[in-house]
């Protein structure tokens, strides 16, 4: 089932299935039987750390890499075996990958080019084109005459002209400085929105995936461990590695008190279930185990800081820390805290919330994001 | 205008000056040297023109002909050698760098070997080759052209793998794949324009190689310049040498048009290379 563009007519959103795809180079197992489906229009994102497989998947959809295993079907149909050149995606590098010896246009219109379209067609498809990622005045200019970010909308309205099943984006902001990055981001999500071209999006950058992608995969070693909305993956990660690689996180030793509730800090929080794949029901260590039996994993947002009376006592809630560090970041302050046992912490708070560094204060735990065994 | 800023790594304008004069010198002492000997009389010890008059003096042009004749195989040599760098080392190392970058390695030691062989050498293992050559196709000179193919290969392979490796050819290959193109479709619309100066490095280097050539020919009995001016430089070396003087002009202005058409087709562009900030509100949509 594909959804037409209500911008640029030609653009469909087409469904992609990854199905059990391994890929091998040597020894090395990049790909892990991948499965993925992605729904027509769909914007998702691949993250995980170097190594994780996600650029190969990528590849692998895009026939610059083999796969050794397991089908990719586009559109239903099944590509495994189709030459890159015959697959009909598009894609944009890391490395801009313009062709230094044509102009912005030219570049623009290489991909019909390919397609032996007439010139007058592909010259009014490729300024069309520039026109969609606002470099229409600057049809004329050599790549090594335009800054990255408009070298990289090149390489966006080139593989946008040729019309493309699936809009593939390796790394494609990686080389670009923070401020155009986050802005051409935007721009991508909204282009994408308005064709409702089928997007994939590897990155290793988290905020970039979870800001524009409306479901991200999160790989390791191969495999995804966990696919969902952003949403779901900070609130909800499947497993500890989703929870340590998307956002900031506290690794806390917590007590489990057996009746769906921990202890963490002093805190006695609960814990809406623990997921069978880290820590199984049944091997919940029984009330009395010790603190270091289970870690809890709690967001910097979800600490919160006392100061003042009192947070110098350990009594009730909450343990005594100093602050060692507080860096203000604009809407809100990351204040780094150590604990008596030389454990650190990292905790969000409010911006005008300015401590020096040795304050004593009191840490207290209010939500926890994920509890493992030890 | 201000004078442009100095790097502070660049020698000093005396120091450069001195260089230039240097390596100037390492150029013209020998060509004034030759000069000045195509002027002497052997005879008399003293200077004359009557060297350069033999030249074209029309009773000489049967004992001259072994010049234009080495001249003539030459630049048949060069073409050959020329269309063995452009149809068979340009593509595979292209393929090579594209496919398999791993082989890159074995590819320029192999491109590597003809310069750690001395000619006597290979001469000694082109000699059953040629037996073979002149079996199968005859011993016509354009047959040479195989072992100068060979010859030249290590500044050829050198001169295409510097550009290849400044350009990024793999990525480039991927855009173009990915924009449907053929493998040839991109070696001719992308990797021959992008390859450039490489190509015409490689193309002016191995002109210049065969027409410096002597061993090669000499052994395997062939006539081509450097033979010719042996031959010559036994009857009259004071011609001998006023034909290698003119051929090395004309050699140099070969070379020159071999660079110039390597500029055919070049576009300059007109602005300097300074990007236009983003704009802030970039996107528009199609109407």
């Not at chain 1, 990155?203 to 409306?214: G, I, M, R």
């Not at chain 2, 079996?135 to 295409?160: M, Q």
Request: glycine fraction near 8%.
């Amino acid at each position: 089932m594909t959804t037409s563009s209500p911008v640029l007519p030609g653009i469909v959103g087409t469904p992609v299935h990854f199905e059990a795809v391994s890929l091998r180079f040597g020894s090395t197992l990049a790909l892990d039987e991948f499965s993925l489906v992605i729904a027509p229009g769909e914007f998702v994102a691949l993250l995980g750390p170097s190594g994780s497989g996600k650029t190969t998947a990528l590849r692998a959809l895009a026939g610059l890499e083999a796969a050794t295993a397991g089908r990719i079907l586009v559109d239903g149909g099944d590509i495994t075996g189709v030459p890159t050149n015959k697959r009909d995606l598009g894609m944009v590098f890391q490395s801009y990958s313009l062709f230094p010896h044509l102009t912005a246009l030219e570049n623009a219109e290489y991909g019909l080019r390919s397609r032996r379209q007439p010139k007058a067609a592909r010259r009014e498809a490729a300024q069309a084109g520039l026109d969609l990622v606002g470099l229409g005045d600057l049809a004329d200019r050599y790549p090594h005459e335009l800054s990255g970010g408009q070298q990289q909308r090149v390489a966006l309205a080139r593989a946008l002209v040729t019309r493309p099943k699936v809009l593939l984006l390796d790394e494609s902001l990686s080389a670009l400085d923070a401020k155009v990055r986050v802005q051409l981001r935007e721009e991508i999500r909204q282009l994408q929105l308005r064709l409702g071209i089928t997007t994939i999006f590897v990155t290793h950058d988290q905020e970039e995936a979870l800001s524009v992608a409306d479901r991200v995969a999160v790989m390791r070693d191969g495999r995804i461990e966990q696919v969902g909305t952003p949403e779901d993956l900070y609130l909800r990660p499947a497993s500890a590695f989703v929870a340590e690689f998307v956002g900031v996180t506290n690794r806390i030793p917590a007590e489990n008190l057996g009746d769906g509730t921990v202890r963490v800090l002093g805190s006695v929080l609960p814990v809406a279930e623990v997921p069978a794949t880290e820590v199984p029901a049944a091997e919940v260590p029984a009330a009395d185990a010790t603190a270091g039996g289970l870690v809890a994993y709690v967001r910097p947002e979800n600490l919160r800081l006392v100061v003042g009376a009192g947070a110098g006592s350990t009594a009730g809630s909450g343990v005594s820390a100093t602050v060692v560090e507080s860096s203000f970041l604009g809407s809100f302050r990351h204040t780094l805290v150590t604990l008596p046992d030389g454990s650190l912490l990292r905790i969000q708070h409010a911006a005008t919330e300015a401590l020096a560094i040795g304050t004593e204060v009191l840490v207290e735990a209010v939500a926890v994001t994920r509890v493992v065994a030890a | 205008m201000s004078a442009k800023p100095r790097h502070p790594l660049a020698p000093a304008r005396a120091t450069r000056i001195i260089i230039l004069a240097v390596i100037g010198a390492l150029f013209a002492v020998p060509i004034a040297s030759m000069v000045e000997f195509t002027l002497r009389d052997p005879q008399t010890g003293g200077h004359t023109l009557n060297n350069w008059a033999s030249l074209f003096a029309p009773d000489a042009a049967s004992t001259y002909e072994v010049v234009w004749t080495g001249i003539g195989n030459s630049l048949l040599l060069s073409a050959f050698a020329v269309a063995v760098v452009l149809l068979i080392l340009v593509p595979t190392m292209v393929y090579v760098e594209v496919e398999f970058p791993r082989l890159s390695r074995v590819l320029e030691f192999i491109c590597l070997i003809p310069l750690s062989l001395p000619a006597i050498v290979l001469v000694v293992g082109y000699v059953p080759v040629y037996q073979f050559i002149g079996r199968t196709v005859g011993t016509d000179v354009w047959s040479l052209g195989f072992a100068y193919g060979i010859i030249v290969l290590p500044f050829a392979h050198r001169a295409l793998k510097s550009n290849l490796d400044a350009i990024g050819i793999r990525v480039l290959s991927e855009a173009g794949r990915t924009l449907g193109d053929s493998w040839f479709g991109f070696l001719w619309r992308v990797a021959v324009p992008n390859l450039r100066s490489g190509i015409s490095a490689a193309v002016l280097i191995t002109v210049a190689v065969v027409f410096g050539e002597f061993t090669l020919a000499s052994l395997l009995n062939r006539t081509n310049l450097q033979t010719a001016l042996n031959i010559i430089n036994w009857q009259n070396p004071f011609v001998s040498v006023a034909i290698s003087l003119v051929s090395l002009i004309a050699v140099f202005l070969l070379l020159l048009a071999v660079s110039g058409l390597g500029r055919v087709g070049v576009r300059r562009t007109r602005r300097p290379a300074t990007p236009t900030p983003v704009s802030p509100t970039p996107l528009r949509g199609t109407r």
